[in-house]
């Protein structure tokens, strides 16, 4: 699918990998949604988008993927700013550490568990299947494509480290949608694929102590350094551009293999 013109929507786009994706987006010609539940960084972003590729080319939507009222209430805004969009990147997500027999002998709260798979999982496939509904209504464009849906898992799908459960089990969960939900979204011409990054330069990662920095980033085989946003937006803008790809997980490591803690 061509980008420019596209009106896109990006969950989780006020910060880190979803904000370099809505940046890119914008590069590319693309009217990008930052939906977001931190509705200040959203604005921020989304003003900062407008000031670099002219106003209008980005609108913040308040949203809680979680909460199916709130993303509806985005889908309207950023409809009614940039008519139907063709695009979803699912980039919002949380992460958490928690061992299943803690330390002291009890057991991890079930609370940490429900909390990171339904935001993480639930949340994606909650957003996604209000989308889908949306962008199957449309007409096709050359070709019979509709639209193109992301998702974000992580190389924790496949090898999570200790205290990872919850998290690898949200991430995988979206590694085992990708496939079913590009056979079903087939027939309306929305093509599926994910994206399961390795060790990036977000926020997050950036607030630990040097020496960790230094040293996640030398376990990366080639390149060793931890990934730029930039690179996973790159990716995630092909995916969009290449009609070919559908049903996929790609890692995106530097060949990164998790050592289990
Ligand atoms: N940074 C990495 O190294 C890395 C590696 C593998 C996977 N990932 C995944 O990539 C995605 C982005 O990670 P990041 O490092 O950019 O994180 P980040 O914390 O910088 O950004 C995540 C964004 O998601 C938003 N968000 C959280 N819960 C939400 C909800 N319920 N509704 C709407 N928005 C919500 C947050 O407000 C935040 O702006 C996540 O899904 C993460 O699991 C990141």
Do not use: W
């Not at 898992?153 to 079913?180: E, H, I, N, R």
């Amino acid at each position: 699918m061509k980008i420019e013109g596209q009106a896109a929507l990006v969950t989780g786009g006020a910060s880190g990998l979803g904000e370099a994706t809505a940046r890119e987006l914008a590069r590319l010609g693309a009217k990008v949604a930052v939906l977001d539940l931190n509705t200040t960084l959203a604005e921020k972003v989304a003003a900062e988008i407008g000031a670099e590729f002219g106003d209008g080319r980005a609108v913040a939507c308040s949203c809680d993927i979680t909460n199916t009222d709130s993303v509806n209430a985005a889908l309207d805004k950023a409809a009614a700013a940039h008519g139907p969009a063709r695009i979803l990147m699912n980039v919002a997500g949380i992460g958490s550490a928690k061992r299943i027999v803690a330390k002291d002998g009890n057991p991890a709260p079930l609370e940490d568990f429900v909390r990171v798979v339904n935001v993480n999982l639930v949340g994606a496939y909650n957003i996604s299947r209000l989308y889908a509904a949306q962008c199957a209504k449309l007409d096709p464009l050359e070709g019979g494509e509709r639209g193109v849906m992301l998702f974000t898992a992580s190389v924790a799908a496949f090898d999570g480290q200790v205290g990872q459960q919850a998290y690898s089990a949200s991430k995988s969960g979206l590694v085992g949608m990708t496939l079913p939900m590009a056979r079903d979204l087939a027939q309306h011409g929305i093509r599926v694929c994910t994206i399961a990054p390795g060790l990036f330069a977000t926020p997050l990662l950036k607030e630990l102590p040097e020496a960790i920095q230094q040293s996640l980033a030398a376990s990366i085989p080639f390149p060793p350094r931890l990934g730029k946003p930039s690179e996973f937006a790159e990716l995630a803008c092909h995916i969009v551009a290449n009609g070919h790809l559908n049903g996929e997980v790609i890692r995106l490591d530097g060949a990164l293999r998790m050592a289990p803690r």
